[in-house]
């Protein structure tokens, strides 16, 4: 393979069609569902898909086909199928994005809007610019790179999905309905994920799982005079609050529940120190005047946030505005609860012991409920193949000048622990261009073209490797 036809080929597109086609895409204002529940209707994703379809079957890449999938009452799929090139190994690729998008979500900057693309100081502005619009084009470019510059792929199919930012609701069951098409899986490559920098090449290893309930205690049928009430009857926060520290010691925040802790892979912990050590991963955060982080250890920092359990309140019900709260001992306490799990717990475990915890021999023998109790399980990638770290520190060095780095992000994608459970021995490659300030998911969304063409080079060298290995 030529490398530098490769990087010449995948900077002219990324100059000219594709750059030219993604900011067309995003004047397409594809609402994920979640966000507009008349999508069919509307049919932005439709044509969002559409768009993307028109390019990718314009393109020159011998043998490959586009087909959008859509079953019935679900949200469409688009695929771009390209047969093997003087390949040996006998899996099929999978190269992931999705195609739909955040809302606006406020007011943006002068000149810039959520559905008008701008090219300035090398970043291309619009929402789903950079989340996740570029994901299907950096796929085709690396592929037409790789022919250009006589390079070898296993079969690749790239599959884009348009229910993401809803949580992938529909994913499971196109990953069940083209499971024999796709065939033996050995390699997912996901370009949807963000790095701390814009400066060497990004890999996710790991994600949080979820589970969340909303937790109601119940003392009275009606509010009562404090004075009346109080001392004779638990306040409904007491209850709460002791049935809280059965799962949380509120001074230090770590979990009491065993089903709620996991012992740390110490190849994540190696990958999390040598990030450390180079004053990456430092937090950036809006802190309050005084305030401190949980720890003086960054590495710990970093734990905390990708390998810990972590609980917060993030809603409330039953307790009146400060200037409307009288004295009144209040018949309930509603709070809304979101743990954040370790990548490999079990969440649906997780979520019974949290349950249990909460429910029994409550005190008081307080009326205790609770709804909306959902759980999502995290993902950790499987052990690095010898022939992907050795193609990585190659890429590395030749396309970055850095070398790569890894990292857990505290967040969930449900899409990457559907790719885990569908295909647990397959090698995973999750990067993506997106970094600091890049203002996914909130006005002034962006993606840094430089670090695009760089992402695009890495994808189609790791394919050449993979054909072979």
């Not at 993401?164 to 996901?190: K, M, N, Q, T, W």
């Amino acid at each position: 393979m030529d490398e530098r036809v490769v990087r010449e080929t995948v900077h002219r597109l990324w100059s000219r069609e594709a750059l030219e086609s993604l900011a067309e895409f995003v004047a397409i204002p594809a609402l994920s569902p979640a966000f507009d529940s008349g999508w069919a209707a509307t049919r932005h994703i439709h044509a969002a898909v559409e768009h993307v379809r028109s390019y990718l079957e314009a393109r020159n890449i011998a043998g490959a086909t586009a087909e959008v999938v859509e079953l019935p009452g679900r949200t469409p799929v688009l695929l771009l199928d390209v047969p093997a090139r003087a390949a040996t190994n006998p899996e099929t690729v999978v190269i992931y994005g999705h195609l739909d998008k955040q809302p606006a979500a406020g007011d943006w900057s002068p000149g810039l809007g959520p559905w008008t693309p701008v090219v300035k100081d090398e970043r291309l502005y619009g929402r789903g610019a950079g989340d996740d619009g570029y994901a299907g084009y950096a796929a085709a470019a690396a592929l037409e790179a790789l022919h250009a510059a006589g390079g070898s792929h296993a079969r690749t199919v790239v599959l884009l999905e348009t229910g993401e930012e809803s949580g992938s609701p529909d994913f499971a069951a196109y990953l069940e309905h083209l499971s024999a098409r796709l065939g033996r899986v050995g390699l997912v490559i996901c370009l949807d994920t963000a790095g701390a920098d814009y400066e060497r090449l990004w890999l996710a290893t790991s994600l949080r799982g979820i589970a969340f309930l909303d937790l109601t205690v119940r003392v009275l049928t009606s509010g009562v005079h404090s004075g009346h009430g109080s001392g004779l009857v638990p306040s409904s926060f007491r209850v709460l609050r002791a049935l809280l520290d059965r799962i949380e010691d509120a001074r230090t925040g770590l979990m009491k529940l065993p089903e709620l802790s996991v012992e740390i892979p110490a190849e994540r912990l190696a990958e999390i120190r040598a990030a450390v050590e180079e004053g990456l991963l430092t937090p950036q955060l809006p802190l309050a005047d005084g305030v401190r982080f949980t720890s003086d250890d960054p590495v710990e920092l970093v734990l905390n946030n990708t390998w810990r359990t972590t609980l917060s309140v993030t809603g409330a019900d039953g307790l009146p505005p400060i200037l409307d709260a009288g004295n009144v001992l209040r018949p309930y306490t509603s709070l809304k609860l979101s743990f954040r799990l370790p990548p490999t717990v079990d969440a649906g475990t997780a979520l019974q012991a949290i349950e249990k915890a909460l429910t029994t021999d409550v005190p008081s023998g307080a009326r205790v409920e609770i709804a909306r109790a959902e759980a999502a399980d995290g993902w950790a990638a499987t052990p690095r193949a010898p022939w992907l770290a050795a193609t990585l520190d190659a890429v590395s060095d030749e396309v970055f000048g850095k070398p790569w780095r890894a990292l857990g992000l505290g967040g969930t994608i449900p899409f990457l622990g559907l790719f885990g459970r569908a295909y647990p021995d397959a090698q995973f490659v999750v990067t993506g261009p997106r970094g600091p300030g890049n203002n996914a998911h909130v006005p002034d969304e962006w993606l840094h073209l430089d670090q695009t063409e760089r992402v695009t080079e890495a994808v189609a060298r790791i394919l050449h490797a993979h054909a072979t290995a």
